[in-house]
């Protein structure tokens, strides 16, 4: 349920601040607006001068929230940053809670998956994917692209290990990260080390313009890395 709300309130407040600002107004407005049982079994509402007031203080800071998200003037790389900070702090059991979580943001990435010690996993934003296919008039179920970014994760890993061999003329090191920007959304590719990579996808061509998709990926694999780490030392 606590997970549900977060996310409910990641999506519509771009700052931690006027979500602080939401919950404490709407809990004050739901304690104030409580029916009292008296113990003949009815029930009134409580109605003083103090109450008055705490339910004005209530209803002012919800206020304060809805006004704080119309003039907040970050850009959406500082709001992706926000976000994101966010989960590098959480603690993760599983290598998939990690993707879900990051998958579950606003904007940005619509997919996810890793590869760790020969086992795949992956994690998609069903609400946010199906709302994408129609925006973009992408011709297929949410399953179907489910299924072709499942498999576009091995191919795009091949094919990234394959350019990098062809670049190692270049004496400039392994090629360990790519991008694949395609005209609606695009791709991403890191590799963790030689039996872990992560790749993730999005449909959104304005979360890839405005980078916060990659932003997404960047704290995706710092994540993941720090958890791979945990478990490593065990």
Known sequence: MWETLSTWLTRRFNSPIPVLFFILGAALIVIEAVEVRLPDGTHVLRVTEFSAFVLGLGIAMVVVSGLFQIFDRSTPQERKSRETDLLETRKYATIREILQAYVNLPGGLDFAACMYKDTLYHSIS?????????????HHSVEEQAKYFRELTSEVHKFTQSAGERMKALDQGILF??????????????????????????????SMDNNTADLEMRSLVKTAEQHIARLENQ
């Not at 069903?126 to 992408?138: A, G, I, K």
């Not at 791709?187 to 959104?204: K, N």
Request: charged content about 30%.
């Open 126 to 138: 069903d609400e946010q994917l199906s709302r994408r296919l129609l925006h973009h008039r992408v």
């Open 177 to 206: 990260r790519a991008t694949y920007d395609v005209e609606k959304g695009g791709m991403f590719y890191t590799q963790i080390s030689e039996r872990c990579y992560i790749v993730s996808g999005t449909l959104d061509q304005d």
